[in-house]
């Protein structure tokens, strides 16, 4: 059993920088592949970014590309997401995933996929 805790959400203005980091804890950290998604209000949970197995292999949603980047350390067991250049369209609950795989290139991208979520931090982006 894995327990995700996202940290670094908050109220920023467009333009701005923010990142979010997860922890995770009480499993084997490598053994996982590792993906944000957000939900804004009224809307589905949507793809953000994913890393492989150690970070092998990354993948971002098209609204996201060339702003975002997700990055691994499998010392600390945590995954980050750093977000630039944020529009008031990014503004949703950004919850970390994991999936547990043995293929190092696998990279989760559908809420299906996922085998434990965080409880989700909110970002705010105001206009």
């Known amino acids: 059993q894995v327990q995700l805790v996202e940290s670094g959400g908050k109220l920023v203005q467009a333009g701005d920088s923010l990142r979010l980091s997860c922890a995770a804890s009480g499993g084997t950290f490598s053994n996982y592949a590792m993906a944000w998604f957000r939900q804004a209000p009224g809307k589905v949970r949507e793809f953000v970014a994913a890393s492989s197995r150690a970070g092998r292999l990354t993948n971002y949603g098209d609204s996201v590309k060339g702003r975002f980047t997700i990055s691994s350390d499998n010392a600390k067991n945590t995954v980050s997401l750093q977000m630039n250049s944020l529009r008031p369209e990014d503004t949703a609950v950004y919850y970390c995933?994991?999936?547990?795989?043995?293929?190092?290139?696998?990279?989760?991208?559908?809420?299906?996929?996922?085998?434990?979520w965080g409880q989700g931090t909110q970002v705010t982006v105001s206009s």
């Open positions: 995933a994991a999936k547990s795989t043995w293929d190092f290139y696998y990279l989760p991208t559908l809420v299906s996929e996922v085998n434990y």
